[in-house]
């Protein structure tokens, strides 16, 4: 790889292996340097450009070193609208609230702005096939694009998982394998997989794939462009990994290195109470995160015990004064409940965790009257609709030849 890497968190070049991208100095994330100056010009030009968002995350492919040469296996993935959340601002007291709705990426979630750089490489290296471990929605999104590269799939998920993820994933074709314990210890078999079957390593952290990783920062991109060049108070991104949290960092440090942003947004990392080891560490002023004992929530996609960027996450939190926050599942689901009722926005429990957060972070007082905060919607509910209260069907269907059942139906709803 031409591309020189560098630790986010102590800035010393990389010099340690190249099949575990990791700061052999302090354990922070390592992450290709974008040459800000030389190419001023063309990244200034990217983001101003309107017409970039449209074209999805390759409108920013100035800014993923690597990729000058490569062709994209593209779906669209990118360029998702940026809602006004009028009706949660109301019920949370919140100025001004925006949803980033990554919902509408092809394969639900914005796990595509990685899925796609990802394949884009593997079909330029002629790679024989793919695998990852993931809680669910990297192994769909990553089986999506390879549906799309031609390139054989294995998708390795936890047993205790949200199965409908693994049923979107064997709709794309992969090759489904389930295993026993965590994500984490999903990704671990993967590592093991990669010399006995030649699989080419696509699970979705900076530390296996620190160049298709770059692929998230385009979501600041396009919301420093909709929120017409300005920066918000706070963004709210649930953590999972830590990879999300991490490279909305990156991506504002970019925007402030080309004097197009003028200052950094506080980042807020958001967890569930049942696996919180982020949120930990920032209360316990941890350099490092503990490894999760039991993890248990509903919000499947963000059900990491072992975070992988954890150092990095960490750094970036206390770097722009921002915190850490740990979301019930009750608050979850409530979230989850009005976002889709008031606001017409279908968010998994992960990133109903993120809504969830906007109301506790005002209710504390950590987010101030006046100030504005963006939530990243990660991923669709589509996946998860018995969730929703009132999803099944409560009495009898209706005769059409019969109108005093179609009056005892609509009573029901007359209240
Ligand atoms: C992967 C994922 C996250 C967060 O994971 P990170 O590894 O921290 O980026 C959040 N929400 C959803 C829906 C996800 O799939
Ligand atoms: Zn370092």
New binding site residues.
């Given amino acids: 790889m031409s591309v020189s890497l560098v630790c986010t968190v102590c800035n010393k070049p990389y010099e340690g292996r190249a099949d575990r991208y990791i700061c052999t100095h302090c354990g922070g994330s390592v992450e290709p340097v974008l040459e800000v100056s030389p190419a001023r010009t063309d990244l200034i030009a990217a983001i101003r450009r309107g017409s970039a968002r449209a074209e999805g995350i390759w409108g920013y492919r100035a800014f993923f070193p690597g990729f000058e040469e490569i062709e994209p296996v593209t779906m669209g993935e990118g360029g998702t609208p940026l809602y006004r959340a009028h009706a949660l601002e109301k019920e949370y007291g919140v100025s001004a609230l925006f949803l980033k709705n990554e919902t509408l990426n092809p394969s639900g ?3 595509d702005r990685f899925a796609s750089p990802m394949l884009s490489l593997c079909r330029a290296e002629g790679v024989s096939s793919v695998a990852l471990g993931s ?4 192994g769909s999104s990553v089986a999506a694009y390879a549906a799309k590269a031609g390139i054989p799939c294995y998708v390795v998920l936890p047993e205790g998982g949200v199965f409908a993820r693994a049923q979107q994933a064997m709709s794309y074709g992969a090759r489904f394998i389930r295993a026993k314990g965590e994500v984490n210890d999903c990704i671990d078999l993967i590592e093991k997989g990669v010399s006995r079957y030649h699989w080419k390593n696509a699970c ?2 900076m530390l296996h794939n620190p160049l298709a990783s770059e692929g ?1 920062k385009s979501i600041v991109y396009e919301l420093f462009e909709q929120m017409g060049e300005t920066v918000p108070a706070a963004v709210l ?9 991490s490279k909305v960092y990156r991506a504002y440090r970019e925007l402030v290195a080309l004097g197009l942003a003028d200052r950094m947004p506080r980042l807020f990392g958001v967890q569930a109470a049942g696996c919180q080891p982020v949120v930990w560490a920032m209360e316990h002023g941890a350099r490092e995160t503990p490894v999760w004992e039991e993890p248990h929530t509903i919000a499947g ?2 059900n ?1 015990p072992v975070t ?2 954890g150092v990095t ?1 960490l750094h970036v939190i206390r770097a722009t004064n921002g915190a850490a926050v740990a979301v019930t599942d009750e608050e979850i689901l409530a979230a989850m409940r009005l976002s889709a009722s008031r606001e017409a926005v279908l968010a ?1 429990p ?2 109903a965790a993120a809504i969830a957060a906007a109301k506790k972070l005002r209710e504390s007082g950590e987010l101030k009257e006046g100030e504005s905060c963006v939530c990243i919607v ?2 669709s509910a589509l996946r998860d609709l018995p969730l929703f209260a009132g999803a099944g069907p409560e009495s009898s269907a209706v005769r059409p030849d019969h109108i005093e059942d179609l009056d005892e139906a609509f009573a029901r709803f007359s209240f």
């Fill in positions: 979630t914005y796990k809680a669910g929605n990297a979705t952290t998230y991104c649930p953590i999972g990994g830590g990879i999300l949290i996609s963000i990491d992988f960027e996450a998994e992960a990133s990660t991923g």
